[in-house]
């Protein structure tokens, strides 16, 4: 009887509604179609160096690291914007200590790879990439230019809409997370075979940042809030 008792006690993990999280294989998303496993998933079990690490510490993520637009000699071309926003639990309490690292194209919806064949200009003053630490309250906050939308092979005429991808990391290589973020009332979104992998508007509706005044920099920047919940009934999209 003793052993029923705790058995009954489990709180069993909520799963996360169904059409809320983008499912494997979305068939407009052509890459999904390969990628999606046909098979049922296999877990494996953690390994030490999985749950306790990486750990990063203030001094390896410095203010630098969150303006996008101060790298070089001169400023990037686009028009400048501050995303900000704050990582919470299910609960909608702040996650601190986060790392949170975005990437991104350029004004001309060009990337700095070696993979990016799109025939618009690289900018020399720009790289696309920045990190941050969540503070206490679990805020986040870079200053980068907005990217530009950029065809991709997906189907005939296909544009991505204007994105930044967004990586989290809590205390372990595990916790792992990525998404990405929109922009309100871009033209392109209702296309978007990505955007579209999750099936539920409300859910999607939370990938799209918020124009924000208060984080408008006065003659210098437009603020965009963007924040990101982990898990439970209001948790962000993720790219699985
Ligand atoms: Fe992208």
Redesign the pocket.
């Known amino acids: 009887m003793k052993g029923a008792a705790s058995v009954e006690r489990i709180v069993p993990y909520r799963r996360p509604p169904p059409g809320s999280q983008p499912e494997y294989l979305h068939p407009s998303y052509a890459s999904s179609v390969r990628r999606a496993p046909t098979r049922p998933l296999v877990l494996l079990p953690h390994t030490l160096s999985e749950v306790t690490g990486p750990v990063f510490g203030h001094a390896d993520v410095g203010p630098a690291d969150q303006d996008l637009t101060a790298r070089h000699a001169g400023e990037p071309l686009g028009e400048r914007i501050v995303v900000t926003g704050r990582v919470l639990d299910e609960g909608g309490r702040p996650v601190p200590h986060t790392l949170v690292e975005v990437w991104?194209?350029n004004a001309a919806g060009r990337?700095r790879h070696v993979n990016d064949g799109h025939p618009a200009p690289l900018d020399p003053n720009f790289d696309g990439c920045g990190r941050a630490l969540t503070d206490a309250e679990g805020r986040y906050r870079f200053v980068t230019i907005r990217p530009g939308a950029y065809p991709w092979k997906n189907h005939p005429n296909a544009w991505?809409p204007s994105?930044v991808?967004f990586s989290l990391f809590g205390p372990a290589f595990t916790t792992r997370l990525v998404t990405?973020m929109y922009f309100p009332g871009d033209p392109l979104l209702p296309f978007d075979p990505i955007f579209n992998c999750t099936a539920d508007a409300a859910a999607r509706a939370r990938l799209v940042s918020a124009f924000d005044w208060e984080h408008t920099v006065p003659g210098h920047a437009l603020g965009f809030r963007f924040d990101v919940v982990l898990r439970g009934r209001d948790a962000t999209p993720m790219e699985r």
């Open positions: 991104q194209a990337y991505r994105h991808h990405q």
